[in-house]
């Protein structure tokens, strides 16, 4: 695979996956972070790992004013670039494909997510609660912010 050229980069992820991709945003000269349907994760998130041979790094998630959002964080260990794959998850219904099928270490912090913050990751193989033994109901979610309806029906 040749050299990316990361100053027209971002140029190059919206020819490939132009309807896919909600948003770009350069953090820094070597972080970049894509806003992407949650639909194309799996297909983008491969194209990083098999074309660019870019390495997962981690995944993040936060609440966020519509829900949740997820962040996979890719790296280009040769030149130091990361990409932030960013999908928006709505609060009605906090799912996305899992990747753990496609990267082993994507298993172990999207069970994380989903035992924190209650975002069911579709097929994940082993969607078990990880890190709160008895702590916590397995319904419980302790950081997911309540929903804005469960919000309004606790004022009335």
Not at 22 to 42: D, P, S, T, W
Not at 65 to 71: L, V
Not at 72 to 95: A, Q, R
């Amino acid at each position: 695979m040749a050299a990316v050229n990361y100053e027209i980069f971002p140029d190059i992820l919206k020819l490939n996956f132009d309807s896919d991709i909600l948003g770009l945003m350069v953090l820094q000269r070597k972080r970049l972070v894509v806003q992407i349907r949650k639909e194309a994760l799996l297909e983008i998130a491969n194209y990083f790992l098999d074309e660019l041979k870019y390495r997962f790094v981690i995944a993040s998630g936060m609440n966020a004013d519509h829900g949740y959002d997820i962040i996979y964080h890719f790296s280009d260990d040769s030149t130091g670039y990361m990409v932030n794959l960013m999908v928006n998850i709505d609060e009605k219904k906090p799912e996305i494909e899992s990747m753990a099928n496609m990267i082993s270490a994507a298993n172990w912090i999207e069970r994380e997510i989903h035992e924190i913050l209650g975002v069911n990751f579709i097929n994940h193989p082993n969607l078990t609660n990880l890190i709160s033994g008895e702590n916590w109901e397995e319904t419980e979610h302790p950081y997911a912010r309540p929903s804005r309806d469960n919000k309004k029906s606790q004022r009335t």
